[in-house]
């Protein structure tokens, strides 16, 4: 008899998203004379910038005539594009990442769902809360998480780290020992930052507690302030601690394009239970030779054309556009009377719902009055309750007329 991953059982329906969709569409059928305005997902809507799309063109041609046409290519990216984001996006921060602690992908969807693969399973995971859904879930699947108290909202073996205004948005080192951590900063939701000395404080801890952080750096290119950290090796020793995880997602645009790395140090080490010192670099690199071949040539090849001199002037130009956006929805939300977190240094705006409204409550209520789409904080986990999640993604004249709806709201 064939049996299943019974995990899998554990996992809770998402409904977040599915569930918004459905609402957005049951009011968009009952008042057709309605604009919609949608701030509500995480995905980018500008066009992907000039330079790469000439990359695409002339990768393409390539790959069209016999001498330039290439097959198979290194499972862990062209030496071409580890050594550009080697040079342009770690030396630049005094931060020396060799090429082959680089491993091109697909996704950091994929990277930080898929590295779990490594680590043993009696690992106990430590996640904020909110969070971005894919650092739970795969480790449900994985078997690291126990049961869900639907009491609580929370799975049994997970050390859940609450990141809300109580605290500044700043996560409390875990009172229990904990060995997987999962940071992600600046945050999705919350569009909260860490400070150098705050992320110094989870290095060592990690390197006190043998634990690993597994620091998702996916928005780091929003960020504006002085002396917040772009990456987690800024931060002495971290390379001793800390697998870091980029994308081309929102720094160029790329949700459809494809393309992102992880940073695994060769100074990383885990252990086995005899405690046994084994290289995450060298685990992580047979996991990647076995079960991946590798980013598209053409799609590795768009991405490196961001780091010429032009391609860096083009992404910035998007992603001020949506800098821009962010700010005009948190000043116009202040303006509105509501305390608003994020937004500075990440797309995303976190807002507190008023008085006497749960999230879900909240985000009817938008709809209903201003037909405004949003997220629920809810949905990100149960410290997320209470909150609420607009993004910068939208354009320009949805984002005004969005602000300004909410400012006349009577
Ligand atoms: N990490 C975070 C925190 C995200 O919010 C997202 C996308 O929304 C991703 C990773 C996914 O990135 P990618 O498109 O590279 O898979």
């Known amino acids: 008899m064939i049996t ?4 899998y059982l554990k996992l809770q329906d998402s409904y977040l998203f599915s569930t918004i969709a459905k ?26 910038a000039k330079v790469c799309g000439d990359a695409i063109k002339k990768a393409t041609d ?23 984001i080697a040079k ?10 060799e090429k082959d602690e680089i491993f091109v992908s697909d996704g950091a969807k994929c990277d930080t769902g898929n590295i779990g693969e490594i680590f043993g ?17 795969t480790n449900i699947m994985a078997g690291r998480t126990g049961n869900y108290d639907e009491e609580t909202g929370k799975y049994e073996k997970v050390v859940y780290i609450p990141t809300t205004a109580k605290n500044n948005f700043i996560p409390e080192l875990p009172t229990k020992k904990v060995d997987m951590i999962y940071l992600c900063f600046p945050n999705n939701p919350t569009g909260t930052v860490l400070t150098k000395q705050e992320l110094a404080k989870w290095v060592t801890y ?9 620091f998702d750096a996916a928005y780091e290119a929003f960020i504006t302030e002085e002396g917040i950290p772009h990456s987690i090796y800024e931060i002495e020793g971290a390379k001793e601690v800390a697998i870091e995880f980029r994308s081309y997602s929102k720094t160029a645009g790329f949700t459809g394009v494809r393309c992102a790395y992880t940073v695994v140090p060769k100074e990383l080490k885990a252990y086995t239970k005899e405690g046994k010192e084994v290289s995450l670099n060298s685990l992580w690199n047979r996991r990647q030779c076995t079960k991946f071949n590798g980013v598209p040539y053409i799609t590795q090849r768009a991405a490196e054309s961001i780091y010429s001199e032009e391609g860096q002037k083009q992404i910035k130009e998007n992603i001020a556009y949506y800098q ?16 608003v977190f994020g937004g500075k240094n990440a797309p995303y705006i976190w807002l507190k719902v008023p008085e006497g409204y749960t999230s879900w409550e909240f985000f ?8 405004i789409v949003g997220t629920p904080g809810s949905g990100f986990g149960p410290s997320g309750e209470g909150y609420f999640r607009l993004t910068a993604f939208g354009s320009r004249e949805n984002t005004i007329e969005a602000m300004e709806r909410i400012k006349n709201i009577k």
């Open 121 to 137: 399973n009696d690992n106990v995971i430590a996640i904020t809360d909110p969070v971005y859904p894919v650092y739970l879930d």
């Open 206 to 214: 990690a390197k006190e507690n043998k634990a690993i952080i597994l």
């Open 88 to 97: 342009y996006d770690y030396e630049k921060l005094g931060v020396h990442i």
């Open 23 to 48: 609402k957005v569409a049951k009011f968009g059928e009952e008042h057709p004379d309605k604009k919609i305005i949608k701030l509500g997902i995480g995905d980018v809507t500008l066009p992907i």
């Open 324 to 339: 821009e956006n962010a700010k005009l929805i948190r000043e116009g939300l202040q303006e509105a009377g509501y305390t």
């Open 4 to 7: 299943i991953n019974e995990n």
């Open 62 to 84: 390539e790959m069209l005539q016999k001498e330039t046409f290439r097959g198979y290519g290194p499972e862990q990216g062209y030496d071409f594009l580890r050594e550009k």
């Open 364 to 371: 009817d209520y938008l709809l209903e009055t201003v037909n």
